[in-house]
């Protein structure tokens, strides 16, 4: 009953929040949120195997047809079918927050932090900095919360579920933020080095 409550507590809270900050401005909290939605849109009208990208005649992108966020303009393309496209980013802007939110909170839960809804509102709230982010229409808050949803289960109990979660989270990490996909990796290095030390370590101490 009580982990329902913070799951509803947070989840309203989240979404409260959420729609505040998109909705008390008429403005995009950044210029990136208008290449994504615009990129959705694209997949939308042209499909979503289409290359053409004809806005950057003098990048590499106009040569190689690279989306580098290929997974999180598919997974956002429903948002590009409001007439106003300022609308899908605000609607998008929500649940990027939303979710990404839900995704620290159920890494404080799996490391057993005791009010863990609480410690997600105090995370955002460390800084405007952190906030200003985690509003933005982009997938850089949804990977942040990835990495550290694999971070924790690479470090506490192992067993079946906990590994689909790993291969499920570094999938859409990879898929959604392509030019971080090294970084789960690099999460999963520095976890087993250090557990490799500590073994180590209790072995010469005993």
Do not use: C
């Not at 509803?8 to 401005?25: K, P, R």
């Not at 190689?64 to 393309?77: K, Q, R, V």
């Amino acid at each position: 009953m009580i982990k329902r409550f913070n799951w509803a507590f947070l989840l309203l809270g989240l979404v409260g929040l959420a729609v505040i900050l998109q909705f008390s401005t008429s403005n995009a909290f950044d210029t990136d949120s208008l290449y994504h939605i615009k990129h959705s849109f694209l997949y939308r009208t042209e499909g979503i195997f289409s290359g053409a990208f004809p806005w950057t005649q003098y990048s590499v992108i106009s040569t190689y047809a690279a989306d580098l966020w290929y997974g999180f303009h598919i997974l956002t393309l429903p948002l590009s079918w409001f007439s106003d496209l300022g609308t899908g980013i605000k609607v998008g802007g929500v649940l990027v927050t939303v979710i990404s939110g839900l995704l620290v909170f159920a890494a404080f839960r799996r490391l057993k932090i005791k009010w863990p809804a609480m410690w997600v509102l105090v995370f955002l709230f460390a800084t405007a900095d952190v906030l200003y982010r985690f509003a933005m229409f982009r997938p850089h808050p949804l990977s942040l919360g990835l990495a550290l949803l694999i971070f924790t289960y690479l470090n506490t109990e192992s067993s079946r579920f906990s590994k689909i979660i790993l291969f499920l989270a570094g999938f859409f990490f990879s898929w959604t933020h392509l030019s971080l996909s090294w970084l789960p990796i690099l999460v999963w290095a520095v976890t087993a080095a250090v557990q490799i030390l500590q073994k180590k370590k209790i072995y010469w101490q005993g």
